[in-house]
């Protein structure tokens, strides 16, 4: 049974850093390509940031571009997400996926390309 575990999300002061982990099991990792996901109160849940299965591909969505860095060590099983210059509008509920990857450089901006998914970390920027 494939399973993802989040951690590392916070309360954290506007423009500070987080730095978010996701641990993956039960599943062959580097035949993945992984993803952030976010959901803020009363919104619908966002593309943050993409990784292909070998690390060499990376996509990160806009408003996160040049703040928020995705990465992952396959020998650990692991993806992280660096957060740095943290906002307000950052706060909400952080996701990781997994999307099985058809090629070496495939990477997912879209929820339906990802078949698990963890079960969120909470990260609140305060102003």
């Known amino acids: 049974q494939a399973q993802l575990v989040e951690s590392g999300g916070g309360l954290v002061q506007a423009g500070g850093s987080l730095r978010l982990s996701c641990a993956a099991s039960?599943?062959?990792?580097?035949?993945?390509?992984m993803g952030w996901f976010r959901q803020a109160p009363g919104e619908e849940r966002e593309f943050v940031a993409t990784i292909s299965k070998s690390g060499d591909a990376t996509y990160h969505t806009t408003s996160v571009k040049g703040r928020f860095t995705i990465s992952r060590d396959n020998a650990k099983n692991t993806v992280y997400l660096q957060m740095n210059s943290l906002k307000p509008e950052d706060t909400a509920v952080y996701y990781c996926?997994?999307?099985?990857?058809?090629?070496?450089?495939?990477?997912?901006?879209?929820?339906?390309?990802?078949?698990?998914w963890g079960q969120g970390t909470q990260v609140t920027v305060s102003s």
């Open positions: 039960g599943l062959t990792f580097n035949n993945y390509a």
């Open positions: 996926a997994a999307g099985l990857a058809y090629s070496s450089g495939s990477i997912y901006s879209t929820q339906d390309r990802y078949k698990y």
